[in-house]
């Protein structure tokens, strides 16, 4: 059993990831137990770009940073990134650093229908994506008058009015 573990803790090293200094964290069984630490890595160190882009998407899992996003090599993966933590995170900041407007509206509609949030939608640019923005959050709860005056443009208000009625 030692041997095993021994030899485990060696691939993982061969593999190229290496302990980033943080602590480690147990993983978990179906019944509670602990099985073995998880080592903390450093994707970085892996020459792989596919493989660097697996680390990175199991670390996005638990970490939830954008940092890990702009470690991405694969452009695709990286807007994903963006989007999947706008949505967990429900920060539609994350989403000014894309600069394509179809990425950005991506990200903005992931984080406001994470948040329930319209206000969020219409930042989006793209009508069919804005529109299908507001059909993913429940208006029934919100309150017209203090949802549209948050908005900035006269326009952006009066599609706001139109989308609340249209939910009724």
């Not at 200094?21 to 978990?28: E, I, K, N, Y």
């Not at 596919?50 to 991405?72: E, M």
């Amino acid at each position: 059993m030692k041997w095993g573990v021994v030899v485990l803790l060696l691939a993982v090293i061969v593999a190229g990831c290496v302990q980033s200094g943080q602590r480690s964290s147990p993983a978990l069984n179906n019944r509670g137990k602990v099985i073995v630490n998880i080592v903390p890595i450093n994707c970085s160190a892996i020459w792989d770009s596919g493989q660097r882009d697996v680390c990175l998407n199991d670390v996005l899992i638990t970490k939830k940073d954008v940092s890990v996003c702009d470690q991405f090599s694969d452009f695709d993966l990286k807007i994903k990134c963006y989007a999947d933590v706008a949505a967990s995170t429900q920060n539609q900041n994350i989403c000014v650093k894309l600069t394509v407007d179809a990425w950005r509206d991506s990200c903005y509609h992931a984080a406001a229908v994470s948040k329930q949030d319209p206000v969020i939608c219409a930042n989006i640019i793209f009508d069919e994506t804005r529109k299908d923005c507001y059909s993913r959050i429940n208006l029934a709860e919100l309150d017209e008058k203090e949802i549209c005056s948050q908005l900035w443009t006269a326009e952006q208000k009066a599609e706001c009015h139109i989308i609340f009625r249209n939910a009724k």
